[in-house]
């Protein structure tokens, strides 16, 4: 119960921090902007390209719409460990959490629920502004399934993508404790990487071999394929398949997150890291 | 006060300095600068080849070249004021005799100097990997080049003058715009003119984008062996937005320096 208490209150605080600094519908628009223009952008580069090859298609301009929607929230929870970490070094909060008696697994926990809570509105809007700005500028519906199953569907695919989401927000946890310079460098390459390697534009049999191997790996990977699969193949049977990878794989990275970063700060505890800052 | 040429030179040459001295001096910044150009511009790479128009890729590598030094402009012209306004440096700038138009300028070379590494791996990154052929006009490279980093970082200069206005909303604000202006200037593909996929209007709109008219020139002139005669008019606007921006951002400076002292804003501190 203690624990629940200290995860919902630093959820709490995460909503805080990241949606109400102004008021909550202006911070929802400025959070927005970003992603749906990045989304756009994407669409645009395969509109020119395909168009120009004779390739394109509606399915495609969907397959493209819907993994840069949600990749956008996949780049968003790289940040948030660091920031949770980084800032609260630097305005002592940190060191605060680690000696309560919860410490910080569940505070870290809590800041990546509320980044999740907080992407939902952002991919919905980004992926509805991105659908009609596209139709305007290509004059082509991208074939998007929406009906209450499908939503339903891919509500339940970013849940199950929860596990991996903590996940990866303790493995970048564990490295912001160590780090007092340079903190946004490593979620920078991660979510790049991610973008590249979680076949958020395109499909990983892109990459050379034996890259696509690392895109099969990764949780992040199955939860695109679970979107797709309800929002553009309306096909049951592969949805099921990348549910199960992604709880599965998102448990199992979950344990290692969790190890780690318990490693890391035990670590950077006796090393003299968990307050130190640089001004 | 009378205008101080020596003062001003040497203000210049030590802002551009410590810029340079802090990137070069800790090889890590290099690779921290490197992430985002080129993870981005590999990503549309790979999008174009995926999308059957691979010999396209090079598109994506010049607009990874390009966001390199629109991120500098961003996140070390746009927001250095406000960050200098928090640890308490804008202050001493203030009370100095360094005129800061020319710690702006100062800081816009070394941030082009800085941000060069970046540039020049991308470069590579896209000719090894990608293949990339170009077909360049040197002279219209080079001109274009130098004319869109100039209207950028002018442009970074009125920014900066603005977000001092800000608290901690210009990283919001930076967070906000650094998106839809890429997309806007097409860095990735053609934004105006032939190709474009925007209606005439939001071209026009686009257009008021430096980087737009930077991009296009650039695409141009590197790809397609267009000189000096085919990009002119892109030239001629990309110096005239140098000019405007930079008299716009140093009256804008003035105003709100001149507002913070009345309102007792330019020495508030987060910490």
Redesign the interface.
């Known amino acids: 119960m203690r624990l629940l208490r200290a995860v919902l209150a630093a959820a709490w605080m995460g909503w805080k921090r990241e949606m109400e600094w102004t008021n909550p519908a202006l911070s929802l628009v400025i959070k927005t902007v970003a992603p749906a223009a990045a989304v756009l952008g994407a669409a645009t580069v395969y509109w020119f390209g395909a168009s120009f090859a004779g390739q394109f298609t509606a399915e495609r301009l969907a397959y493209i719409l819907v993994g840069a929607s949600i990749y956008g929230q996949v780049a968003a929870y790289a940040y948030v460990p660091t920031s949770a970490i980084a800032e609260g070094k630097w305005s002592n909060l940190y060191p605060q959490v680690y000696i309560t008696p919860t410490s910080s697994t569940p505070y870290l926990a809590g800041r990546c629920i509320a980044s999740f809570a907080d992407s939902l509105p952002v991919i919905a809007v980004s992926l509805a502004v991105s659908y009609y700005v596209s139709y305007a500028l290509f004059r082509v519906s991208p074939t998007l399934l929406v009906s209450l199953r499908s939503i339903l569907m891919v509500l339940g695919a970013l849940l199950a993508s929860v596990p991996a989401t903590l996940a990866l927000g303790y493995v970048l946890g564990s490295y912001s404790i160590f780090v007092s310079r340079f903190e946004w460098a490593l979620p920078s390459y991660v979510s790049g990487l991610l973008m590249i390697f979680c076949e958020a534009l395109f499909p990983a049999n892109v990459l050379p071999y034996p890259l696509p191997l690392v895109a099969e790996l990764l949780p992040f990977t199955y939860l695109m394929r679970a979107c797709r699969a309800a929002l553009i193949y309306d096909l049951w049977p592969a949805y099921v398949a990348s549910m199960g990878f992604l709880i599965c794989g998102g448990l199992v990275f979950l344990a290692i997150g969790i190890i780690a970063f318990s490693l890391a700060e035990r670590s950077a505890r006796g090393k003299g890291f968990i307050d130190k800052k640089v001004m | 006060m009378q205008f101080d040429l020596n003062l001003w030179y040497r203000t210049m040459y030590s802002r551009a300095w410590v810029r340079i001295k802090s990137t070069y001096g800790e090889p890590?910044?290099l690779?921290?600068n490197l992430?985002?150009p080129?993870?981005?511009s590999?990503?549309?790479a790979?999008?174009?080849?995926?999308?059957?128009?691979g010999n396209?890729s090079g598109f994506?590598i010049l607009g990874g070249i390009m966001l390199a030094f629109w991120g500098n402009v961003l996140w070390s012209m746009a927001s250095q004021f406000n960050w200098d306004k928090e640890?308490g440096i804008f202050e001493i700038y203030l009370v100095s005799p360094a005129p800061i138009s020319a710690i702006l300028v100062g800081m816009s070379l070394g941030g082009i100097l800085a941000t060069v590494p970046s540039a020049v791996f991308v470069s590579l990154f896209g000719w090894v990997f990608f293949s990339v052929s170009i077909s360049p006009s040197w002279l219209a490279v080079f001109l274009t080049f130098v004319l869109t980093l100039a209207s950028l970082y002018a442009m970074g200069m009125l920014l900066s003058s603005l977000y001092l206005a800000y608290g901690?909303?210009a990283e919001?604000?930076n967070?906000?715009?650094?998106?839809?202006i890429?997309?806007l200037s097409g860095?990735?593909?053609?934004s105006i003119g032939a190709?474009s996929?925007?209606?005439f209007a939001l071209q026009i709109v686009a257009s008021f984008i430096p980087l737009t008219i930077g991009m296009d020139a650039l695409r141009k002139s590197v790809f397609y062996a267009d000189g000096i005669r085919a990009v002119w008019l892109n030239l001629v606007i990309l110096a005239g937005m140098a000019a405007i921006l930079l008299y716009v951002g140093d009256r804008a400076l003035k105003s709100l320096e001149e507002r913070g002292r009345r309102q007792g804003t330019l020495v508030v501190r987060l910490?």
């Open positions: 890590v910044w690779a921290v992430a985002v080129l993870l981005s590999s990503a549309m790979l999008l174009y080849r995926s999308a059957g128009l396209y994506a640890t901690r909303e919001s604000l967070n906000a715009i650094g998106e839809p890429n997309f860095i990735y593909f053609p190709g996929p925007f209606p910490r």
